[in-house]
């Protein structure tokens, strides 16, 4: 990783990261982060994306597997999965410092068509590499294009589309090209997760999510936990606890409320299921989280 590359993202998060270390950015799918201590474990349901870390460490969980990135590593992920992840390595003097971009499918089958690119099916969604110069690069072109905002709605399509050739390219790209393919195991899950995601909150049909997906119901099941790790109702039952979180985090909502607005109801059960996910009933693991984010 180049120190070029590290005093870009540096400069920019120091600027601009909000209270929770994140930097939005004006191309579109692009984050910076920084953060200068070791921070609580953050859980998300992520989309497909790629992770620059460029100074400092962090470990992700998608199912059973667990890796750790550093400073020069990349983290791939090629398929929306539920994450729990944790910088491990931070500091005032050397912080924690990322970038990050999602994956655009539609981009990646117009440029493997392009390659000639063949599909192969890959297994887990978690993927750990050495970043390629041409990726550090590229990224590095990105980030020098936010201090000229003029210059974004101009430039940003073909660096995107650059950053995105070079990863099929690269170590990635067998992993990644089974992303442009619309018949592809990892898209036409996908299909079935955009189901979820707009209507977690709504019963779930598992011949509706099979059909979206174009397959048989048992075909389906075995299909979607190799891609996410979890069945279609483990999916569905993290999403909605992910999002009662950041709902009562944004808006200071009571467990009861929280637990009804994301299709509970019961909310012992809410409370029960959220223990377990989080370690701590949602009122106390909350403010523990809210304190740790006002002391950061």
Known sequence: MTQQLRDAVSRYTE??????????????????????AVRELQYAIQRPLICLVVQGAKQVT?????????????????????TVSQ??????????????????????????????????ETGSALRLQPTDAEVADTALRLI?????????????????????YWLLAGRHGAAI??????????????????????DFASPLSIERLASAAGMSASTFHQRFKAVTSLSPLQFQKQLRLIEARRFMLAKGARPSRAAYEVGYESVPQFTREYRRLFGLPPGRETEAARRAIQAA
Do not use: W
């Not at 600027?15 to 579109?28: D, H, L, Q, R, Y």
């Open 177 to 198: 090209r089974q992303l442009g393919f619309p018949d592809s195991h990892v898209r036409r899950i996908g299909r079935a997760i955009e189901i979820i995601r707009q």
């Open 144 to 164: 020098n294009l936010l201090e000229r905002p003029a210059a974004i709605p101009l430039l940003q399509t073909q660096l995107v589309r650059e950053m995105h």
């Open 62 to 82: 998608v199912g059973n597997e667990t890796l750790a990135f550093s400073a020069g590593d990349s983290m791939l992920l090629t398929a929306d999965a539920p």
């Open 15 to 36: 600027a601009n990261a909000g209270a929770e270390g994140i930097a939005p950015t004006g191309v579109k799918g692009m984050t910076l982060v920084r953060t200068t």
């Open 87 to 120: 910088i491990t390595q931070a500091s005032g003097p050397a912080p924690y410092l990322s970038f990050a971009l999602h994956l655009d499918a539609a981009l990646i089958a117009e440029l493997s068509a392009e390659m000639r690119a063949v599909i192969v």
